[in-house]
């Protein structure tokens, strides 16, 4: 189900701004982001508490089940599918109708589900509006980015993609803390049903925050915006992919196939796809498709996704397992994912240096992933040799979240470099889709990993070595110092 595509969009328009102190357009338009990445990812990040406490509850998804931090951990992977297949046609879709138009979409599919959520009862409806979920999420970054850098001064631009996505993190940190007391609350009167209550009460900010989004953002809007054909669209691939995930997620259930063959199965949605850009969209978009350099960061994003949601989804769980309760391993586990609102915009600040200082923001790419990889493989020694102190977990987590942010600023930043402006969505949207091969593989795959070996150390270990992978993609980039303005072709 392929939707008509209209002609070409006009080419999206620089930043004029001239002035260089006080408060900008720009500003605005940063700040109103920066609460949709806030939303979005509490709506994202509750199930994994959620799905923790299911666990320990023995609530009645979870009867029954063997390998249940594997079948939890796909529950997972099923919204990253979800929200990996919409990266590259939400990204398509805002280059040619509108950024904007797309990136509202996406917030109020992202509210309108996740309340659903919490209504609806049974297994197979919360897997089932987990997954719209993602289809509707995943159209909102590479607009997102796109939309920063043509509004943002080019020599603020590593800043602008550093402080936006920072909401991330303290949308993770509402959920990851919140979750519990909510659950808890909801308890005396909702008994089993208590996990709804999170869902019930988080998707009210994201329908606030997207009726601001909508005042705000018209700064942003371009003249040759079509709602209607975004969304028509949107859904129109939404509905191939949701069809193509439940359908595989019915089919292993039917067949007992593991939880973590479904993941790899479902990680080759993300082919097929690509496969298909291939074949019919080559013409349009190869400037950002056989470019050897956007190529290699894609790939090393992968590790970086994989990263995010090994803590973002069982942090909490990772913590407990030392024998902390699950409120006292939820505040533990917030440390990592606080450091990211001084992580992103120090990466970002960092790249934009090098960029003034005439060099690469691929060398400060590089040496963040190298550091980030060194801290995880500690903290995985930590959790392997049986220590417990929730401080030292703590300041581990904390010292990796700030590195582990800052790499993820510069690497937005280096493509939008790579990549030409009116093939930016698309770039993004190509960066994202390919890295949320990761996060589709990380919960259930960790997931596996713990009920194989009975304890997180060798999950995190995987963690560590693909984040030097990651590192060696970098390194391989062939980049110049940015004394000017770097194209779309290979350098």
């Known amino acids: 189900m392929t939707p008509a595509e209209p002609s070409q969009p006009t080419r999206p328009m620089q930043s004029t701004q001239t002035k260089t102190t006080g408060w900008q357009s720009y500003h605005t338009i940063w700040t109103v982001l920066f609460l ?11 199930t994994g ?7 320990d509850h023995k609530v009645s998804f979870m ?25 590259f046609p939400g990204g398509y879709f805002g280059d040619k109708y509108g950024h904007r138009i797309v990136v509202l979409i996406s917030i109020f599919w992202a509210a309108t589900t996740t309340l659903l959520t919490g209504l609806v009862g049974g297994l197979l409806a919360f897997v089932a509006l987990r997954v719209l ?13 796109t939309i920063i850098a043509r509004v943002t001064p080019p020599e603020k631009m590593g800043l602008g993609m550093g402080m936006v996505i920072s909401g991330l993190t303290l ?37 606030i925050v997207g009726l601001v989004m909508a005042r705000l953002l018209r700064s942003a809007a371009r003249p040759d915006e079509r709602l209607g054909t ?6 129109g691939y939404s509905t191939v992919f949701f069809v193509a995930i439940m359908a595989i997620y019915l089919l292993a259930r039917w067949l007992a196939i593991p939880p973590g063959y479904t993941g790899l199965i479902l990680a080759g949605l993300a082919l097929a796809l690509l496969v298909f850009i291939y074949r019919k969209k080559k013409s349009a978009i190869g400037p950002v498709l056989h470019n050897r350099n956007l190529v290699l960061i894609y790939l090393s994003a992968i590790p970086v996704l994989w990263h995010l949601w090994l ?68 903290f995985g020694a930590y959790v392997m040799t049986g220590h417990k102190d929730p401080v030292v977990m703590a300041a581990i987590l904390f010292v990796s979240g700030l590195f582990f942010f800052a790499l993820q600023s510069v690497s937005h930043a280096f493509t939008a470099e790579l990549a030409p402006p009116e093939h930016r969505g698309a770039a993004f949207g190509l960066w994202n889709l390919i890295a949320e091969i990761g996060a589709l593989l990380s919960p259930v795959i960790s997931g596996l990993c713990r009920d194989s070996f009975g304890s997180w150390g060798p ?33």
Request: charged letters at 10%; a positive charge.
């Open 63 to 87: 009867q029954g089940v063997q390998n249940p931090h594997a079948f939890g951990g796909l529950i997972g992977s099923l919204f990253f599918a979800g929200y990996m297949l919409t990266q």
């Open 311 to 378: 803590y973002s989804y069982w942090a909490v769980d990772i913590i407990k397992d030392t024998g902390s309760t699950f409120m006292a391993a939820a505040l533990t586990a917030s440390f990592n994912a606080i450091a990211g609102l001084i992580g992103f915009p120090l990466g970002g600040w960092l790249s934009d240096h090098a960029v003034r200082s005439g060099r690469s923001r691929k060398r400060v790419l590089a040496m963040l992933t190298g550091v980030e990889a060194l801290t995880i493989v500690g």
């Open 171 to 207: 949308g993770l940190t509402i959920a990851i803390l919140a979750t519990p007391p909510v659950i808890r609350w909801a308890q005396p009167f909702m008994g089993d049903d208590a996990w709804r209550m999170p869902f019930l009460l988080m998707s009210v900010p994201t329908f």
């Open 230 to 235: 975004a969304l028509r669209g949107l859904i």
């Open 133 to 145: 979920t993602g289809l509707g999420e995943g159209a909102f970054y590479s607009n997102d980015r």
């Open 36 to 46: 949709g990445w806030v939303v979005s990812y509490i709506d994202r990040t509750l």
């Open 459 to 491: 999950a995190i270990m995987l963690d560590g070595a693909l984040m030097a992978v990651s590192c060696l993609l970098i390194v391989a980039v062939k980049s110049r110092p940015a004394g000017g303005e770097l194209s779309g072709r290979a350098v």
């Open 49 to 55: 508490p959620v799905i923790t406490w299911m666990i």
